[in-house]
C-alpha cells in the first residue's frame, strides 16, 4: 500500500493565479472542492482521499463566465458565484432530484448516517456520563441524493509516505460532494475510487473469536481451547488480554505505572511464551496481543535499553520512553523492537487498544491514525501465510483500509444489543464493512442467558464474531456455563458461523474487489420504498440473506421474541424453518429462543460446510453443502470464490487469484449445476463430497445426480426446513460438472403454521379458558385464514399473542 502525492491531470477547474477556489471531477457524481486564502492547494494524499489519483475522470462540461462558474457530468450540475464558499453561491442540483438542491454546509441536510470511533461509555445510543445521544459521523448517502464529506482537517502523507499536517492558514476548505442520488452502492464505490477499497481479510477472521479479559496461564488457556474443541464448538482466534504481559508487578508498582501499557510477558502466568502460542498455533488458531501503546517504553521492559538506544534516549536514570506518534525513530524501534520481538514469539496480529484522544505533537494528526496506518504496514511485512490484519478503532473516513474494526467496550444491556445491528448496517454508508463488536456485552449490566443468546444470534450473521467480556470471574460467555438450553443454542450458532465461512469468503472477495460491504441497510437495494428505511436493524447479509436479529427480551408468558420487520416485494423462505412468506409487506416475526428471522429471497444460493461440527481455522470445507431456495419461477446463480491455495500469490492481489465454482439452478428443468471449478493459476483445487439442502419443497419423487455424466448414489432426507440430498461416498475433482436433477414438478413444501400454533399454545403460560377459546377459533375449518384471524381480534388475550398468531395464520395463504 503505497501512498504518494498527486500529479497534476485532467479534471481540475480553477485554481489557477490570483483563483481562491479549485475544483475536481472525481467522478461522474463525486466532485472535490477546495478553497484556499492564500489560493494555494493541497496535492498530497489525506487520510481519507489516500488515492484519489487514481479516480477515473468521467466526460463532464464547464460553463465559465465572469461571474459564475458551472460544472455539468451525467449526475449533477454546480453552479458557483466565484466568490466565498457559501449555501446561497454554491449549489448543486442532483439530476432526478430536482424538488431539493444542495447548498454548501445548509443546515438541515438529510444524511442517512455513517459510523463512530467507538462505544465506550454508550448504553445503546445514549453515553452513561451525560446523557447525551451518540453524534454518529455522516456517511456519503443521502434520501435527498447528495452528500457533503468535509475533509479539510485530516491527516495528510507527506512525500515519503510519512504523515504531516495541513497548510496553516485559516478558512482553508477541502471538501467531496457525493450526488449518486439513490443509487447509494455507486456512492460507496466511489468512495473506495479515491479512498482505496478495504482489503481482503484472511479467510480465518471470519470464524469465531475467543476473547476475554482475564488473568489465564498457559494451562488454563490451553484446557480453555481444548475444552471448546471437546465440545465441538469451533474456533479461528485466540485473543490474549492485557495480563499477557506485567500489569501488577512490583516493578510497575514502584515505577508509578497503571500496567496497562506492557511488552514484557508475565512469566508467573506465561512461563514460556513462545511454547505457548506455538501450541495454540498447533490447534490452529491465530493470536492476536492487547497492546495499549500510549504510557510508552518503561525501565522495566526488557526491550528498554535497545529502545533507548535506537532513539538517542538517555537511560541512565531509567526515565520513561515518551510514546511519540510522529516521530519516525520511535516508530522504527516500536514496529521493529519492541513488537518485532513478540511477533518472533509467535503473535499473529496485534489488537491496537487507542483510547486516548486525537491529539499528537502534529496539529491534525491522529496517533490511532498513525497506528492504524503503520500497524496494517508491518503486518504486511510479518503476516504469515496471510493476508494483512489489525485490530483497531474507527479513525475516521477511510479506516475501512485497515480492517477490522473494534468498537470499543460494551455494556452488557438490551439497550447496547438494539443499537448494534443498526450502528453495523449504517457504518457501511462509510464504506466501513467490517467491525468487530464485544458480543455478548463486555461489562457491567446483569446475568442474563436470554440476552447472551440473542446477541450471540446477531454476532453470528455480523462481520466479525467475537465473544468478550471483562475481567470478572462472574462474566463468562462459555456456552457450558449456560443452562441447558442457552447451551444448546449457541453452541449450534457457533457451529453456523462457521459453517457460513464459504458464503462469507465469498463475501469477502465481493467487498475487496466489487465494493460491496458485507452488512447493508435495505434502503440499499429499495430505496424507493419508504419503509426500507423504518426498519433500522434489518439488513442484508450479503446478497442472499436478509437478517431481523431480536433485540429485545422475549414475552415471558409465550417463550417467545419479536422483531418488526418489512419483506420487499417477492418470495422467501426461512433458512431455519423453512417457512415460506409473500413479500410487499411489514409484519411482526416472532421466534423461540433457539432461532432468528433470517430470510433467503427466491433463487438465493448459500454453500455452507457441510460438516455439523466444523474444525478450527476455518479452512476449505469438506464437504460443501449447497443450500438453496427455489421459489416458482426463480432461477439462482452463485460463484463460490475461494482463496488460491497454493500462497504463491497474494489473495488481495488480483481477483483473478481466486478458485472459482459456478452453481446454477434453473427452475424450468429443476436444474442445479456444480462447477466444473475454475481455477487460479497453479491451484490445484480440492476433492470434496457435497450435499444439496432445498430450502421450502416436499420431498421430490425422484432426484437423481451425475458428475460428468456418471450416475451419483444418493440420500434424500425430509427435513424441517426441507429437503436434504447427500451425495453418497463421493469425493469429487474440482474439476467435475456435477449435476443434481429434481424435477420440473417441484412442489412447495406445506408451511406448518396450525402444528406450530398449537405447540405454541401449548407452552405458553396463560389462562386455560383462553387457550380453549383460541383453539376453538383456530380450528374451525369452516372459517377462512382471514376470516379466523378477525374472530381473534375480537378475543381478549395478549396482544403479542395476537401477533403470533397472525404471523403463522397469515402462513396458511401461502401454500
Not at 791 to 801: G, I, P
Request: charged share 25%; with cysteine.
Amino acid at each position: 500500500m503505497q501512498i504518494r502525492a498527486e500529479s497534476p491531470r485532467a479534471g481540475v477547474v480553477g485554481g489557477g493565479k490570483d483563483q481562491h477556489y479549485r475544483f475536481t471531477v472525481l467522478g461522474d457524481g463525486l466532485l472535490r472542492m477546495e478553497w484556499a486564502p492564500d489560493c494555494v492547494f493541497e496535492d498530497r494524499p489525506s487520510a481519507f482521499a489516500a488515492y484519489r489519483d487514481k479516480a477515473k475522470i468521467p466526460k463532464y462540461k464547464v460553463e465559465d463566465s465572469d461571474d459564475k462558474l458551472e460544472i455539468i457530468t451525467s449526475r449533477f450540475q454546480l453552479t458557483y458565484n466565484k466568490r466565498e464558499f457559501a449555501a446561497y453561491g454554491l449549489y448543486a442540483l442532483v439530476f432526478g432530484f430536482t424538488r431539493s438542491l444542495w447548498r454548501f454546509k445548509e443546515e438541515g441536510q438529510p444524511n442517512l448516517g455513517g459510523t463512530y470511533r467507538t462505544l465506550d461509555n454508550y448504553d445503546g445510543r445514549i453515553n452513561r456520563e451525560d446523557g447525551k445521544p451518540i453524534p454518529l459521523e455522516e456517511g456519503v448517502v443521502s434520501p435527498k441524493g447528495y452528500a457533503l464529506l468535509d475533509d479539510s482537517s485530516s491527516m495528510l502523507f507527506s512525500e515519503d509516505g510519512f504523515v504531516a499536517s495541513r497548510k496553516p492558514g485559516k478558512d482553508r476548505i477541502d471538501c467531496y460532494l457525493f450526488a449518486y442520488g439513490h443509487d447509494y452502492r455507486e456512492a460507496i464505490k466511489a468512495l473506495y475510487s479515491i479512498s482505496g477499497p478495504p482489503p481482503v481479510l484472511p479467510r480465518w477472521t471470519l470464524g469465531n473469536w475467543w476473547s476475554r479479559y482475564y488473568e489465564y496461564t498457559t494451562d488454563t488457556y490451553l484446557a480453555l481451547m481444548d475444552r471448546f474443541r471437546a465440545e465441538g464448538i469451533p474456533l479461528s482466534v485466540a485473543v490474549i488480554d492485557m495480563d499477557w504481559h506485567l500489569v501488577d508487578d512490583p516493578k510497575v508498582v514502584e515505577a508509578g505505572q497503571t500496567g496497562w501499557t506492557g511488552y514484557t510477558w508475565n512469566k508467573k502466568l506465561f512461563p514460556d511464551p513462545p511454547k505457548f502460542l506455538e501450541e495454540l498455533h498447533k490447534r490452529n488458531l491465530k493470536v492476536t496481543l492487547n497492546d495499549h501503546p500510549a504510557d510508552g517504553i518503561h525501565s522495566y521492559e526488557d526491550v528498554y535499553e535497545e529502545v533507548a538506544k535506537a532513539v538517542g534516549h538517555d537511560s541512565s536514570n531509567g526515565d520513561p520512553i515518551p510514546f511519540d506518534a510522529v516521530n519516525k525513530a520511535y516508530l522504527k524501534a516500536y514496529f521493529e523492537i519492541v513488537l518485532g520481538s513478540l511477533e518472533k514469539d509467535g503473535c499473529d496480529f496485534w489488537w491496537i487498544d487507542w483510547q486516548q484522544g486525537p491529539f499528537s505533537l502534529l496539529k491534525d494528526v491522529d496517533p490511532l491514525w498513525v497506528l492504524n496506518h503503520f500497524h496494517f504496514l508491518r503486518n504486511q511485512q510479518v503476516a504469515r501465510d496471510s493476508e494483512p490484519i489489525i485490530f483497531s478503532r474507527y479513525a475516521g473516513p477511510g479506516s475501512h483500509r485497515y480492517p477490522v474494526g473494534f468498537s470499543g467496550d460494551t455494556y452488557t444491556t438490551w439497550a447496547s444489543l438494539d443499537f448494534q445491528p443498526q450502528f453495523t448496517s449504517m457504518a457501511s454508508n462509510i464504506g466501513y464493512g467490517w467491525w468487530s463488536h464485544d458480543i455478548g456485552g463486555h461489562m457491567l449490566g446483569v446475568k442474563d442467558d436470554e440476552l447472551i443468546v440473542r446477541w450471540i444470534q446477531f454476532g453470528v450473521f455480523s462481520p466479525i464474531m467475537r465473544l468478550h467480556s471483562t475481567k470478572n470471574r462472574w462474566v463468562t460467555k462459555e456456552p457450558w456455563r449456560m443452562s441447558a438450553q442457552p447451551r444448546s443454542i449457541v453452541t449450534t450458532f457457533l457451529q453456523l458461523r462457521h459453517r457460513l465461512i464459504p458464503y462469507l469468503q465469498t463475501m469477502n472477495h465481493r467487498a475487496a474487489f466489487d465494493g460491496e460491504p458485507l452488512v447493508q441497510p435495505m434502503y440499499w437495494s429499495y430505496p424507493k420504498h419508504d419503509e426500507a428505511y423504518k426498519v433500522p436493524n434489518q439488513y442484508f447479509f450479503g446478497p442472499n440473506m436478509i437478517v431481523m436479529p431480536i433485540t429485545t427480551p422475549q414475552d415471558k408468558s409465550l417463550g417467545m421474541g419479536k422483531v418488526k420487520g418489512w419483506l420487499p416485494p417477492g418470495k422467501y423462505v426461512d433458512f431455519f424453518t423453512g417457512m415460506t412468506y409473500t413479500g410487499g409487506r411489514q409484519m411482526w416475526f416472532n421466534r423461540e429462543l433457539d432461532h432468528v428471522p433470517t430470510l433467503l429471497p427466491a433463487g438465493s444460493i448459500v454453500p455452507l460446510d457441510g460438516s455439523a461440527e466444523p474444525l478450527n481455522g476455518g479452512e476449505r470445507p469438506d464437504p460443501v453443502q449447497i443450500c438453496i431456495y427455489l421459489a416458482p419461477g426463480a432461477d439462482g446463480t452463485f460463484n463460490l470464490l475461494e482463496e488460491p491455495d497454493n500462497k504463491t500469490k497474494s489473495a488481495s492481489e488480483d481477483p483473478a487469484n481466486w478458485d472459482r465454482i459456478p452453481i446454477k439452478y434453473t427452475h424450468a428443468k429443476g436444474s442445479l449445476q456444480i462447477g466444473p471449478a475454475k481455477l487460479a493459476s497453479k491451484s490445484k483445487g480440492s476433492s470434496r463430497s457435497w450435499s444439496v439442502r432445498v430450502l421450502g419443497i416436499a420431498k421430490p419423487s425422484n432426484v437423481r445426480a451425475t458428475a460428468d455424466g456418471i450416475s451419483l448414489e444418493i440420500e434424500v432426507v425430509q427435513e424441517i426446513n426441507g429437503v436434504l440430498i447427500n451425495l453418497i461416498n463421493e469425493y469429487l475433482s474440482p474439476k467435475a460438472a456435477i449435476s443434481v436433477e429434481l424435477g420440473s414438478g417441484l412442489k412447495l413444501q406445506q408451511n406448518r403454521p396450525m402444528e406450530l400454533v398449537e405447540e405454541i399454545i401449548q407452552n405458553a403460560q396463560i389462562e386455560y379458558d383462553v387457550k380453549d377459546k383460541v383453539w376453538a377459533v383456530l380450528s374451525d375449518e369452516k372459517l377462512t385464514p382471514s376470516a379466523r384471524l378477525v374472530r381473534l381480534q375480537t378475543l381478549e388475550m395478549s396482544e403479542n399473542l395476537k401477533l403470533v398468531l397472525t404471523e403463522y395464520l397469515s402462513a396458511l395463504t401461502e401454500e
